[in-house]
């Protein structure tokens, strides 16, 4: 089938997107100069919360930025790539690549702001991180599965939470003092329900922290569901709670909490649609909506990732197809998106979405076209405003900005 819906195909297909797999790209060391050191705080634990904390409105100095990319397809990058951004005019600069990392399709940061976590979404997959301050790789863990495409670091800061996406399990690993990943302390398979139509099985697409931080989600493409858990925040094992069901065939990929905690927002990849979902911090369970528009008409259209601003007033999908951020207002005390309308991402096939750490630009990395639009995000009615032209980066699938 087509690109989002071809999860039937296998991981790797709808995946990627980008024609044949070959092996692990050779890397060699490129020299880079070091970007500022990110301070504790300026940086969101969960970068797909798109919470900013602590705004820095005065600031003016270039900030670090942290690009994901594919190596092991024909033009993909050589590692993470290493950029920094004018916090003002959203003007990015590369300046080189760190490499040692395979195939870093998705990036978080740890709430120390010193230590970056990369996928490394491989049959083999693993997870693996790096210290900022010089660097280093501080070495990769087995992720227990095929296909890691997400993480997300618990806000104690004490465990690394991943999605396998080929297996569609997800996986826990401990967190040191110094930010290095211990051996993994769980990994659970998705085993039910059933895979849903045109699936040939679970495929976990995202595992994340709910705002109450004793619960954590999974929200599964393949079997229409996002998946409840308790972490044991000794054990660093994981007990289901509950189960929430989509209309078959709605391809769940991403969730995003609003500041608020009671509602959720959830980007649905395979039917092209969007959910208001109700939390229940109490139980950990989610209630999932009717589904809604995402701006994208008749055309092919796979919905990405979705976004809420701090204030939690405006919300953005990603649409890959349509190429497009769409803008929502969040409505009827939190409980409503009401569609706005569609910017033009100035790419192709928009991944991955994000905001500056101070709310005010907006990230956008376009897989197909190997650019990252960036946008001024307006604080008054959240219109956005593209930035100057794209900034070429690799099979661009991820934008971290610090």
Not at 53 to 70: E, N
Request: proline share 9%; hydrophobic share 35%; net charge negative.
């Amino acid at each position: 089938m087509g690109s989002g819906a071809g999860a039937a195909s296998g991981g790797w297909s709808r995946r990627r997107f980008v024609g044949a797999l070959g092996g692990a790209a050779a890397v060699t060391a490129l020299p880079a100069p070091a970007p500022p050191r990110p301070e504790p705080g300026h940086g969101a634990t969960n970068p797909d919360r798109a919470t900013p904390a602590d705004p820095q409105p005065h600031a003016t100095a270039p900030r670090p930025l942290y690009l994901g990319t594919y190596t092991s397809v024909e033009g993909g990058g050589k590692g993470i790539g290493l950029a920094t951004y004018d916090p003002t005019s959203g003007s990015i600069t590369g300046t080189g690549v760190l490499t040692g990392v395979a195939d870093p399709s998705y990036l978080a940061l740890h709430p120390d702001g010193r230590t970056l976590y990369a996928v490394d979404e491989q049959d083999d997959g693993a997870v693996t991180a790096v210290r900022l301050a010089d660097r280093a790789i501080l070495g990769s863990r087995s992720t227990g599965g095929a296909g890691p495409c997400h993480l997300s670091v618990h806000p104690s800061g004490n465990w690394l939470l991943s999605a396998n996406y080929t297996s569609g399990s997800v996986a826990v690993h401990p967190i040191d003092g110094s930010g290095a990943l211990g051996e993994r302390t769980d990994v659970v398979k998705h085993s039910t329900p059933a895979p849903g139509p045109g699936q040939q099985g679970p495929h976990a697409h995202q595992f994340i922290t709910a705002p109450d931080g004793g619960h954590v989600l999974a929200v599964d493409l393949g079997t229409d569901t996002v998946y409840t858990y308790r972490l044991d925040e000794r054990r660093g094992t994981l007990t289901e709670v509950a189960q929430a069901h989509t209309r078959p065939g709605a391809g769940p990929r991403h969730l995003t909490f609003h500041p608020g905690g009671r509602y959720a927002y959830l980007a649905n990849e395979v039917d092209d649609t969007v959910t208001v979902c109700t939390y229940d911090s109490t139980t950990g369970g989610l209630t999932i909506g009717e589904p809604q528009p995402t701006g994208s008409g008749s055309g092919t259209n796979y919905p990405a990732q979705i976004l809420v601003t701090a204030d939690g007033s405006y919300a953005y999908l990603a649409n890959r197809g349509h190429n497009s951020l769409a803008r929502y207002a969040v409505e009827a005390d939190r409980a409503q998106l009401r569609l706005l309308d569609t910017v033009p991402v100035s790419g192709d096939f928009p991944r991955q979405i994000a905001f500056s750490p101070d709310g005010t630009l907006l990230f956008a990395a376009n897989q197909k076209s190997g650019t990252v639009s960036v946008f001024q995000v307006d604080a008054g009615n959240g219109e956005l405003r593209l930035a100057g032209e794209p900034f070429a980066s690799p099979v661009a699938v991820c934008a971290l900005p610090l």
